[in-house]
């Protein structure tokens, strides 16, 4: 299990279940969203995440369509992302978790777009676009 809360603790979460991905995304939108070169994300199935304090202080923001990024009304940090397009997962932030996550991380994505002045240093996989799993 993985606890997760907001700056101001207004907003708490829980995910006890599966971590899909742990994943660092270069792309422009969670380079704008986080602040920082690049933003660190939990893929996790959305039947084992869930609010569990706070959920009237949150607000959702389209980034893109079909894309809500959610945050704390209060001090703005962002919690977690939820997609139209797959309703089965949420992307939570990395950062505002609590516990330690249950996986370590995996790989870089959208590296074909980071930003130029940020180096990675480390032997994770990289990927020019999004993860695409192999074909089975």
Known sequence: MMNGSCHCGAVRYAI???VLRFAFCH???????????????????????????????????????GKDR?????????LF?????????RIVRAGSLD??????????IWTKVKAPWC????ALPQFTE?????AK
């Not at 992302?81 to 997962?89: G, L, Q």
């Not at 516990?99 to 870089?108: E, F, G, I, L, S």
């Not at 180096?119 to 480390?122: F, V």
């Open 16 to 18: 006890d279940g599966k």
């Open 81 to 89: 992302a939820r997609m139209a397009s797959k309703p089965e997962i």
């Open 27 to 65: 792309c422009d939108d969670c380079r704008k969203i986080s602040g920082s070169p690049f933003g660190a994300a939990l893929v996790v199935d959305a039947a084992g995440f869930r609010i569990t304090q706070g959920e009237h202080q949150l607000t959702a923001y389209q980034s893109s369509p």
């Open 99 to 108: 516990t330690p996550p249950a996986v370590p991380p995996q790989m870089h």
């Open 119 to 122: 180096t990675i240093g480390d």
């Open 70 to 78: 959610c945050f704390c009304k209060q001090c703005g940090t962002h």
């Open 130 to 134: 999004g993860f695409v799993p192999a």
